[in-house]
């Protein structure tokens, strides 16, 4: 039957043309059923499918009425010019110029239903959730045919729609989830959370074969579910199925009307806790159970699919379904955007709501009554009573607590001496009212830090200390216990007669060696204020607090290290040693 035979004429179409010579029959894409929503969602009713192909065919038709008007005029002038008019000529002519027009036909009609390419991502999706006019397939072909009106002679690679999925057209109502990975057999169920399992309970409760929900469920634990759009009231994702064309898959669920979402924005603001928990993807019982109709029952999912098994549900839309409830375990506020709010709306909306509330509670509180003091009060005189006596000081700093070790923690030995040392400091400060480190260079209060630890010598408890103590103040340990010795034996100032030699006045020093020979003693060698034993194992030095401090070396050597206790007399200094008798 010829194209367009049975078809009535659009009004201003004109007559209907013969189809060419040559030209194959292609007969019409139906026009859809009233009713039926266009490409383009929600931007308004568009061109239909069977419209676009009319336009098509007829604009093909007349270029191939033209250019065999042409051919034949071409013939006619060159038989004309050879003067060739032998029957049959032009007829020949005639025929070549309309299987011209055929083959030209033919190309313009496989360009215009040509399927989008598998690569193209915006051709693949639909414009909208509704759009179904852009998956009705040409004629003669079923939904799962990928093949079009092209050249029978030349087969071509079928073309798929491998994905749906558009994040970029995403809107406060629209939003696209990527396709979830296949699952682990061995899982226990799709919905971890309650909410989630009630989706389930939903499907489960309302289906008719138990058979096609558990190929439903296989379907979806091995990733068969493209990318999901979920809209107000739609959830829409492509499945792939025994068939290479995946199929179109709708579940739709009734959305909520205004007074609906009023008593649901009531409970939630009621309690703080409904808005944190939101906020923190959780979907409370007790707002479920606020009397609004969020979780689906058996039989309010309705699903559709492309597909011919006319099941309730079949199994594309129940992996669907089983996938669903997993984006609603992730997320509750996909189960409020199907109902017809998206979150921002929401937050926002009890956002409002509890600063109303919190304004309207504080308008009807009254003020309190604030405590007040007279005038009259404030004026008097009134006199203190005196202070309460200080406590008595304690006769010792007490000894500060035990510190464990703990791994990467301080060294328990470190922060003994230093609560020791603190403790010291601030029981002196009490008592004397003057800090008696106060006025101590670094090295000198690293010297008396090291002076407050027991013992003497470098011993294997204090190396580690003495390391760390003369790195800090840029020593050796053996100068630090050098020191330490010195201030054992003179606090500061034997520190100071070690370290910094001086020239005494005449007097006391002088006098000083009539006293040693007075004593027995041979002349003694003077430096400065030092006065060295002849053998070199001995040695006085003179304090600028008046006091003569022993010192003792190896004989030959230079290595004075202080003894004994530092006294006004020379010879008292030098008994003090122990080896008087010997010298």
Excluded at 189 to 215: I, N, P, T, Y
Excluded at 246 to 251: A, F, H, K, N
Excluded at 555 to 582: K, Q, Y
Aim: one cysteine or more; glycine letters at 10%.
């Amino acid at each position: 039957m010829p194209a367009g035979a049975d078809r009535p004429r659009d009004p201003g179409e004109g007559p209907a043309r013969a189809p060419s010579a040559g030209a194959p029959a292609v007969e019409e894409e139906p026009a859809a059923p009233e009713g039926t929503p266009a490409a383009g969602g929600d931007e308004g009713p568009g061109p239909r499918a069977a419209d676009i192909a009319r336009e098509a065919l007829r604009a093909a038709r007349q270029d191939a009425r033209r250019a065999r008007e042409e051919a034949e005029s071409a013939g006619r002038r060159s038989r004309h010019r050879r003067g060739d008019e032998r029957p049959g000529v032009g007829r020949r002519a005639g025929g070549h110029a309309a299987g011209a027009g055929a083959r030209d036909v033919r190309k313009l009609l496989a360009d215009a239903f040509r399927m989008p390419e598998a690569t193209d991502e915006s051709d693949a999706a639909p414009e909208s959730p509704d759009a179904t006019a852009q998956e009705r397939p040409p004629h003669g072909t079923t939904p799962d045919s990928p093949h079009t009106l092209a050249d029978p002679t030349r087969p071509e690679t079928p073309r798929i729609p491998h994905s749906m999925a558009a994040p970029d057209r995403d809107t406060e109502l629209r939003r696209t989830f990527p396709a979830f990975p296949p699952r682990d057999p061995d899982g226990k169920g799709f919905a971890e959370s309650w909410w989630g399992s009630a989706w389930v309970a939903a499907l489960e409760q309302g289906a008719l074969d138990v058979k096609r929900l558990e190929r439903g469920r296989g379907y979806a634990g091995q990733g068969h579910v493209d990318a999901i759009t979920v809209t107000p009231g739609l959830v829409l994702a492509y499945v792939r199925g025994s068939r290479p064309r995946p199929y179109r898959v709708q579940v739709r669920l009734r959305t909520l009307d205004d007074s609906d979402w009023e008593r649901f924005l009531d409970a939630a603001a009621d309690r703080p806790g409904h808005i944190a928990a939101l906020l923190d993807k959780e979907m409370p019982r007790s707002l479920a159970d606020c009397g609004v109709p969020l979780l689906p029952g058996p039989g309010d999912l309705e699903p559709q699919c492309s597909c011919p098994d006319r099941g309730h549900p079949c199994k594309h839309a129940a992996a669907l379904c089983y996938q669903t409830a997993r984006l609603l375990d992730a997320d509750p506020f996909v189960l409020l955007l199907l109902r017809g709010r998206g979150e921002r709306e929401l937050l926002d909306a009890l956002s409002r709501l509890s600063a109303t509330r919190a304004a309207r509670a504080a308008q009807d509180k009254e003020p309190a009554s604030l405590p007040g003091v007279r005038a009259g009060d404030v004026l008097t005189p009134r006199t203190l009573p005196p202070l309460p006596a200080p406590l008595p000081p304690p006769p010792h700093p007490e000894q500060p607590p035990a510190y464990p070790a703990a791994p990467g923690g301080p060294d328990p030995f470190a922060l003994d001496q230093l609560a020791t040392d603190a403790a010291a400091r601030a029981h002196a400060l009490l008592t004397t009212g003057r800090d008696p480190v106060g006025q101590l260079t670094l090295w000198e209060d690293a010297v008396r830090l090291a002076a407050a630890r027991p013992g003497s010598g470098l011993t294997a408890g204090t190396r580690a200390l003495y390391s760390s103590l003369a790195s800090a103040a840029g020593r050796t340990p053996s100068e630090l216990a050098r020191a330490v010795a010195a201030w054992r034996q003179g606090g500061p100032e034997g520190l100071a007669v070690l370290e910094e030699p001086w020239d005494p006045p005449a007097g006391r020093f002088d006098r000083a060696r009539p006293l040693l020979l007075a004593a027995d003693l041979p002349a003694f060698r003077p430096w400065r204020n030092h006065l060295t034993h002849p053998q070199g194992h001995v040695q006085l030095r003179l304090g600028r607090d008046g006091l003569w401090y022993a010192y003792e070396s190896e004989p030959g050597h230079d290595d004075w290290w202080p003894r004994g206790t530092p006294d006004l007399d020379p010879v008292g200094a030098l008994t003090g040693l122990g080896v008087t008798g010997e010298l």
